[in-house]
């Protein structure tokens, strides 16, 4: 009898931790009826679409990967390619690497690869509120970006169907955080560029949140909870707001070009990597 007593015992104690540990996991991340977790939750919006990169590639069902080597019309140096070398999943995180080496396809041979994915017709919204973790890459010539396009261009052609630059940043000015738009009045080519800039001391070594809020009337950029830039409304035509069409997101390093490119670029800080944690896109719910 001594013997079974021992044995229920310890048949107990393993059941009772493993309810422990179950019962500790729900309540850290509660799920609603819809199986959201609380811990995405914001007040005022509902979660539309997200990725938390949990898995053990790209979903391919959100991302989809731009491919060429034409200079992304800024004169940068990189190949983006959809190899596992330049983007991947792993730990919970999306890694974008720019690499140093020669790379030769379609358009021509680059001395750079690097990765550009986007959710064009897998994730396109009109207003809402975007939300990015990330860490960015270090080192002079590279040229990070979380931004947005439009999905359909319906006032023509780049600048005047509009881009929102959630966040960029250029190597050679460490640290500095940059969040713009673009629009047909509104852009650095006519030197009349919308933008704002925010010191991030630990941009190169943390993982920051860079936020847009998008309403009919302005924008809303934030790092973390600061916010840095609005840019309103001015109801003067789509010259100036072409901001009431769909958009879709955008995550890259570019490689030198007419900004990343201005003092050169180290070839001894490759691979240049971005990490980001989680992609999170909300609208509200009234």
């Known amino acids: 009898m001594k ?18 540990s179950t019962c500790s996991d729900d309540k850290a991340n509660p799920l609603d009826e819809n199986g959201i ?11 539309v679409w997200n990725d938390e990169f949990d898995g053990s590639s790209i979903d391919i069902s959100k991302w989809g990967h731009e491919i060429n080597g034409n200079g992304g019309g800024n004169n940068e140096l990189q190949y983006y390619t959809n190899r596992s ?23 021509g041979t ?59 940043h250029v190597g050679y000015d460490p640290n500095v955080v940059h969040g713009s738009v673009h629009t047909s009045a509104y852009n650095h080519t006519i030197g009349t560029q919308k933008s704002s800039k925010l010191l991030i001391p630990t941009a190169q070594s943390d993982f920051h949140v860079y936020v847009v809020e998008w309403f009919a009337d302005r924008i809303n950029f934030y790092i973390d909870d600061q916010l840095y830039f609005v840019f309103n409304n001015e109801i003067a035509g789509w010259e100036k707001w072409p901001f009431d069409k769909r958009f879709h997101l955008i995550l890259n390093i570019a490689v030198g070009g007419n900004w990343g490119g201005i003092q050169g670029i180290d070839n001894n800080i490759f691979p240049a990597t971005m990490e980001i944690d989680y992609v999170r896109v909300y609208e509200k719910n009234n």
């Not at 079974?4 to 104690?13: G, K, Q």
């Not at 977790?37 to 979660?47: A, E, F, N, P």
């Not at 396109?124 to 960015?136: C, I």
Request: hydrophobic letters at 35%; glycine letters at 8%; proline letters at 4%.
């Open 37 to 47: 977790d609380d811990s995405l939750k914001i007040d005022g919006y509902d979660l």
């Open 3 to 20: 013997t079974y007593s021992s044995y229920f015992y310890i048949i107990i104690l393993i059941v009772s931790s493993i309810c422990l």
């Open 110 to 168: 680059k001395e750079y690869t690097s990765a550009r994915m986007r959710t064009l017709n897998k994730g396109d919204w009109l207003y809402g509120r975007v939300e990015v973790s990330a860490k960015l890459p270090s080192g002079r010539g590279t040229w990070p970006a979380i931004w947005m396009l439009p999905s359909d261009w319906e006032y023509g052609g780049w600048p005047a169907s509009g881009e929102i630059d959630i966040m960029e």
């Open 85 to 107: 070398d330049n983007s991947y999943v792993k730990d919970g995180k999306l890694f974008i690497i720019a690499k140093k080496e020669q790379y030769t396809d379609t358009d």
